[in-house]
């Protein structure tokens, strides 16, 4: 192998180790704690995003409650109450969401002069798009009457809704990237708080809106559950270390001694 094979690969081992790797020393139970956390986040997401799919399969259970909630929401209407929805819609909607992320992404990594937070946010945004699409058609549902909808005709498929998992999934995991660095216990209650509220408010808008039944929406809140843990168990594997454990991505540790301090 000639020095110009050689270089791509030393040119990428010395921007993975400056802006990809990234490494926070803990104990062994508080590792092990995240990494429990990422396991029930995922099997309980499975498990509720079941009963809905089974719900909607089967026409039973938790679509009960579709057409009762959006009856009631159909009554609340209003004109500050549209409008505020309707911004709502546009906010965690397909145009103005991704250049959300875009926006957040960049200032975050100059701000921080590292990516891996960064990349990570962007990877579970993209999973959830990725498996939105898959399951719209296999499931093939229809969405609420057209003449029910506030903010023009959509005919695409209802089931899970693409505007509240990428609101869920931008919010949790942007929640969690924060307050997994923070040793502040306000600082990670006020991020899943302020997450928490996020998403309600973008499954509201679109149930109120007429594009979604409440099975939809539970549904994608439950496939968030489950990128999130998949976010924290990366995450984790990739820089949760314990003193003395050796850096991600090291060629050895006599090359690069890991340094809890």
Not at 28 to 47: F, I
Not at 48 to 74: C, K, Q, Y
Not at 92 to 99: E, Q, R, S, V, Y
């Amino acid at each position: 192998m000639t020095a110009q094979d050689k270089a791509p690969s030393g040119w990428w081992q010395g921007f993975n180790q400056k802006f990809v790797v990234e490494e926070r020393y803990m104990e062994p139970a508080d590792r092990s704690r995240l990494y429990r956390a990422a396991v029930v986040l995922a099997a309980v997401g499975t498990l509720l995003f079941l009963v809905a799919l089974g719900s909607v399969l089967f026409d039973g259970g938790l679509a009960a409650i579709d057409e009762p909630l959006r009856n009631w929401l159909l009554g609340t209407r209003s004109e500050l109450a549209t409008g505020i929805m309707q911004f709502l819609a546009v906010i965690f909607g397909p145009i103005a969401l991704p250049i959300i992320v875009l926006v957040v992404n960049v200032a975050w990594g100059f701000a921080a002069k590292h990516a891996w937070r960064p990349i990570l946010l962007a990877g579970g945004m993209i999973t959830g798009v990725i498996i939105s699409q898959i399951i719209l058609h296999l499931v093939d549902r229809a969405r609420p009457p057209v003449e029910l909808m506030l903010f023009g005709a959509d005919h695409t498929y209802s089931f899970p809704s693409g505007h509240v998992l990428g609101a869920c999934d931008f919010l949790l995991v942007g929640a969690y990237l924060i307050a997994s660095r923070s040793r502040k216990p306000k600082v990670s209650v006020s991020c899943f708080a302020l997450a928490a509220v996020g998403i309600v408010l973008a499954a509201l808008s679109r149930l109120y809106l007429g594009y979604h039944w409440f099975t939809d929406a539970f549904a994608s809140a439950s496939l968030a559950l489950v990128i999130l843990g998949g976010i924290i168990a990366l995450d984790t594997w990739r820089t949760a270390r314990i003193p003395g454990e050796p850096i991600t991505g090291e060629l050895s540790t006599a090359e690069n001694p890991a340094d809890p301090s």
